[in-house]
């Protein structure tokens, strides 16, 4: 079983940048796909980047593309979320999660599994 903690969440300004990170301990961390999500105040779970277990395929919501990186190490059981130049949209809470979808890299928030508590990032204007 695998258990995710994510930190690195803060207040930045318009335009500036945070890295999130998720810890992830348990066994066959590197089996899983890994993705992820956040929640605004009053919003459903959204899904934001999700990269599979051997950093191959990755995937990104269209309004994080180009702004945000996730990538991962296997080896020391760490993904990460490059988040670049944020805007106040970008406010939520932060989570990870793996997926339960060994075959497709999905991007829907009931296809993970494992969240950690989140990590607030709040984007000032």
């Known amino acids: 079983q695998v258990q995710l903690v994510e930190s690195g969440g803060g207040l930045v300004q318009t335009g500036g940048s945070l890295r999130l990170s998720c810890a992830a301990s348990g066994r066959s961390f590197s089996d899983y796909n890994i993705g992820w999500f956040r929640q605004g105040p009053g919003k459903e779970r959204e899904f934001v980047a999700a990269m599979n277990w051997d950093a191959i395929k990755i995937l990104y919501a269209d309004n994080v593309k180009g702004r945000f990186t996730i990538s991962r190490d296997n080896t020391k059981n760490w993904v990460w979320l490059q988040m670049d130049s944020l805007t106040p949209e970008d406010t939520a809470i932060y989570y990870c999660?793996?997926?339960?979808?060994?075959?497709?890299?999905?991007?829907?928030?009931?296809?993970?599994?494992?969240w950690g508590q989140g990590t607030q990032v709040t984007v000032s204007s």
């Open positions: 999660g793996r997926s339960l979808n060994f075959a497709y890299l999905t991007t829907r928030a009931t296809d993970f599994a494992s």
